[in-house]
């Protein structure tokens, strides 16, 4: 890439600013898509063992209780509800499970108790009440214990956001679809992950064409202006990401429009100094 300086011979010479252009877009297209294919695909490839050791060795375990009241959709018409989950030991409290057919109940599982056999792969309830209802028929049984498979797994409720890191476009997409379906409240962590990736890209174009309108005007100061006014822009781009995506996280703004935000305002800017740079 040329300097300040010769960006302005450049343009002294008579070649037109936007031939001029023609090749810093090239260049930023060229980043950009390598950039979205690097955080779709390639980086969660390579952060494997990375995630792998940050979970064996430096993040311990924690022996921690869930969120109150657990309701989850674990398959269409299919509710589970727990009033407590320990993480650690993979047991939960006042356990009860219910599905529908056509907006009628045709099934529900009750215990005082869940836990996680993890040598056969399934649940024990204790103390349950299983009601069977087909029409007018019903069929209710009572018993200490029940040995059942269940179309959830403990990994369901000890989720991490850093898990992002390991995931390419479609498990991060096929995930999200899966916690919209169960009504997790941190689907919007992953949402706002998602939109990340496709909008930092467009951010190559939009600072590369910022750089180089303030590069073609020639200022007092030189290249030591052109620097620290980038650097500015940049940092601003970054602080506007943090505070938008803050927004959406914990506020109510849509992840995909949070996540747009900065790119919108300095696309506004970019447009409005390539419009003003000397032609």
Same mark, same amino acid.
């Given at each position: 890439?040329?300097?300040?300086?010769?960006?302005?011979?450049?343009?002294?010479s008579?070649?037109?600013?936007w031939?001029?252009?023609?090749?810093?877009?090239?260049?930023?297209?060229?980043?950009?898509?390598?950039?979205?294919?690097?955080?779709?695909?390639?980086t969660?490839?390579?952060?494997?063992?990375m995630?792998?050791?940050e979970?064996q060795?430096i993040?311990a375990?924690?022996g921690?209780?869930?969120?109150?009241?657990?309701? +989850?959709?674990?398959?269409?018409?299919t509710?589970?509800?727990?009033?407590n989950?320990?993480?650690?030991?993979?047991v939960?409290?006042?356990?009860t499970? =219910? +599905?529908? =057919?056509?907006?009628?109940l045709?099934?529900k599982?009750?215990?005082?108790e869940?836990? *996680?056999?993890? %040598?056969?792969?399934? *649940?024990?309830?204790?103390?349950?009440?299983?009601?069977?209802i087909?029409?007018?028929?019903e069929?209710?049984?009572k018993?200490?214990?029940l040995?059942?498979?269940?179309?959830?797994?403990?990994?369901?409720?000890? =989720?991490?956001?850093?898990?992002?890191?390991?995931m390419?476009?479609?498990? %991060?997409?096929?995930?999200?679809?899966?916690?919209?379906?169960?009504?997790?409240p941190?689907?919007?962590?992953?949402?706002v992950?998602?939109?990340e990736?496709?909008?930092?890209?467009?951010?190559?174009?939009i600072?590369?064409?910022?750089?180089?309108?303030?590069?073609?005007?020639?200022?007092?100061?030189?290249?030591g202006f052109?620097?620290?006014?980038?650097?500015?822009l940049?940092?601003?781009?970054?602080?506007?990401?943090?505070?938008f995506?803050?927004?959406?996280?914990?506020?109510?703004l849509?992840?995909?429009?949070a996540? *747009?935000?900065?790119?919108?305002?300095f696309?506004v800017?970019a447009?409005?100094?390539?419009r003003?740079?000397? +032609?």
């Amino acid at each position: 890439m040329a300097s300040d300086s010769e960006i302005i011979a450049i343009l002294s010479s008579g070649i037109s600013f936007w031939r001029m252009l023609f090749p810093y877009f090239v260049s930023a297209g060229a980043l950009g898509l390598l950039s979205f294919f690097l955080a779709n695909f390639i980086t969660p490839y390579t952060n494997r063992s990375m995630h792998t050791f940050e979970n064996q060795y430096i993040h311990a375990p924690r022996g921690e209780f869930t969120d109150q009241n657990l309701h +989850k959709q674990i398959s269409p018409g299919t509710f589970i509800y727990m009033e407590n989950f320990n993480t650690h030991t993979n047991v939960g409290w006042k356990f009860t499970l =219910e +599905k529908f =057919e056509a907006k009628e109940l045709v099934y529900k599982l009750r215990g005082d108790e869940i836990s *996680w056999d993890s %040598l056969r792969l399934r *649940w024990q309830v204790k103390n349950y009440y299983l009601r069977k209802i087909n029409g007018m028929k019903e069929s209710m049984v009572k018993g200490k214990k029940l040995d059942t498979i269940l179309p959830f797994m403990p990994s369901d409720f000890t =989720e991490n956001i850093e898990d992002v890191k390991v995931m390419n476009y479609f498990v %991060l997409r096929k995930h999200i679809k899966d916690k919209e379906l169960r009504g997790d409240p941190d689907v919007i962590k992953y949402k706002v992950k998602k939109y990340e990736r496709f909008a930092f890209p467009f951010a190559t174009l939009i600072l590369t064409v910022i750089g180089v309108s303030v590069s073609s005007r020639k200022v007092r100061g030189g290249i030591g202006f052109h620097l620290g006014l980038g650097l500015a822009l940049t940092f601003m781009y970054i602080l506007f990401m943090q505070i938008f995506t803050v927004f959406a996280t914990f506020g109510d703004l849509p992840p995909l429009i949070a996540v *747009w935000i900065p790119n919108i305002i300095f696309g506004v800017i970019a447009t409005f100094l390539i419009r003003i740079a000397p +032609k």
